[in-house]
């Protein structure tokens, strides 16, 4: 069966730090990753999507950047966090486009990040 | 492009009694997918229920069913006798069924509170 792992599940950081969160899925191959951002209260934004390594597609301009060096990795960064970046990160997969249109997305359980 | 609105801003239902949760899309694709998600206070983001576009039957799972009707561009969702554990936020969201991923837009959610 498929699984999918998000870390850490909370994180504090002051801004102007660098921020890394890592996702991995198991179980399937050549899955669509995503990365949502909810805001406190608030639906999910779509941030960065990829259908396959090296292929990141940007949503939203903003201070974060998206990388997959592996099949089942998905990375999301920033060189310098703003305040403005607290929020809840949460990552998703689904099988790859064309596969089951009927697929939903199975998400982690989210990265809590409180930038002060 | 897509756009899926939740406009009740909270709910509220005496357990073992249905609730009908609403939501509305709009789209130009001809096929496309909608999903609900249930989301608790721990941040897990729960697949619920699928209806696609072009299925004739409204979708049931368990307790969850859809009210879908497509020329009124509506998707409810209907949970039969509520429980305490229903209490969460829930989503509607939409997949296009054209395009190069499945990337899910989500609404702003509603929030669903179970009396006892």
């Known amino acids: 069966s498929q699984t999918i792992h998000q870390w850490p599940a909370t994180l504090v950081q002051p801004v102007g730090s660098p921020l890394s969160l890592e996702c991995t899925v198991e179980?399937?191959?050549?899955?669509?990753l995503y990365w949502y951002r909810q805001a406190a209260g608030r639906g999910l934004q779509l941030l960065f999507y990829?259908?396959?390594?090296?292929?990141i597609s940007s949503e939203v301009p903003q201070n974060l950047s998206a990388s997959r060096p592996q099949d089942r990795q998905f990375i999301l960064s920033s060189k310098k966090l703003l305040l403005s970046d607290s929020g809840f990160y949460l990552c998703a997969w689904t099988l790859p486009t064309g596969s089951s249109y009927n697929s939903p997305l199975h998400f982690g359980n989210g990265t809590r990040l409180t930038v002060t | 492009a897509q756009k899926i609105t939740q406009t009740q801003p909270g709910m509220f239902v005496q357990e073992k009694e249905a609730v009908t949760l609403d939501c509305t899309y709009d789209?130009?694709?001809?096929?496309?997918?909608l999903f609900w998600y249930k989301q608790p206070s721990s941040g897990e983001m729960i697949f619920l229920i699928y209806q696609g576009s072009y299925d004739q039957q409204n979708a049931t799972e368990g307790r969850y069913s859809l009210n879908f009707q497509k020329a009124r561009k509506s998707a409810n969702l209907v949970i039969s006798a509520s429980q305490l554990g229903d209490s969460a936020m829930y989503f509607c969201a939409m997949r296009s069924f054209t395009g190069a991923n499945s990337k899910l837009t989500f609404g702003k959610g509603i929030t669903l509170s179970v009396r006892p």
């Open positions: 789209t130009s694709d001809p096929s496309y997918g």
């Open positions: 179980g399937t191959s050549n899955p669509n």
């Open positions: 990829s259908v396959g390594i090296g292929q």
